[in-house]
């Protein structure tokens, strides 16, 4: 590793530990739910977080926009809600006697968006994140219009209560970098929250890092090794999860609809040299893409019907494709 490079990873291994030491004033426990969002902010990746209701998933991301100085809005997603309503509008102006269409800009026009319950509201209304999710500008009335940087989508969906929702396709699922999963705390944490949160005090919180410094440390993520073997496996990873593939694996054919595409190898390899360089080290490994293959695979495969009246779900295939797989021996460290 050059001095340079030594360097940079030194910035993002305390840009993460004051973010983490602020987040944990707030947030009880989910160091998994925590590793996830960072590794998908220090790559430029957004993040689809499904719970059932009371386990964070909100306060987890205001929490995130109040420690970073990154503009912030939320957006409550509801059936009526309109794609206008998230990108903006034009508007008759009068100004010294002249008419003209003036654009007023919607709430896509941040740096960190809180995408509240997005599978409340109609896929052609959450179709209206897929331009700026992707492209990372927004298009109306002919004109494009750039977005802020870095641009940060953190959706929530609750996954029990399916009355009134409307499921995410396929292509808006594929834009987000991971679907991370919140699950219940332990005893313990559970009575440290309760004890936090029924305290007359609220923690002050700080704003330790800049929109600049996620931008650098996104550009360092990118100059992370990756050996050759170690982005063969990643590959081979998500073709194994493709049925009809010559050498899928048995179960792929027998329980999967659809597998996962190339944006899923793409977020194998970014997301794997961010982990990597989290953890202090300029190289990432095997290690790193096994540890991020659910949160990146899971809504990208999808089920058939053999699998769902069997109780299988895309998790159970991850773990089978991880056991599958061969492992090369030289990318493990």
Known sequence: MS??????????????ERILTELRKVIVGQDDVVEQVLIALFTGGHCLITGVPGLAKTLLIKTLADILHLEFKRIQFTPDLMPSDITGTEILDEEQGIRRL????????????LADEINRTPPKTQAALLEAMQEYHVTAAGRTYPLHQPF??????????L?????????????????IVISYLTEDEEVQVVT?????????????????????????????VMAEEVARYAVRLVDA?????????EFVDKWVKWGAGLRASQALARGG????????????????????????????????????????????????LLETVPVPKSGLS
């Open 102 to 113: 003036r654009f007023v800009k919607g709430p896509i026009f941040a740096q960190i968006i």
């Open 3 to 16: 001095d340079t490079a030594e360097v940079n990873a030194e910035r993002v291994a305390r840009g993460r």
């Open 196 to 224: 936090q949160t029924t305290g007359a005090s609220r923690p002050a919180l700080e704003r330790v890092v800049t929109g600049d410094d996620i931008i650098q440390f996104q550009e360092t993520a990118k100059q992370v």
């Open 163 to 179: 009355e009134g929702t409307y499921p995410l396709p396929e292509a808006q699922l594929d834009r987000f970098m991971f679907n």
């Open 241 to 249: 999860s493709r049925p009809g593939r010559a050498g899928a694996p």
């Open 152 to 161: 940060f989508v953190l959706a929530t969906q609750n996954p029990i209560e």
């Open 273 to 320: 040299k961010a982990r990597a360089l989290m953890q202090g080290r300029y190289h990432a490994s095997v290690r790193d893409i096994q540890a991020l293959a659910k949160p990146i695979l899971r809504h990208r495969v999808m089920t058939n019907f053999y699998a769902e009246s069997e109780g299988i779900s895309s998790d159970v295939i991850v773990d089978r």
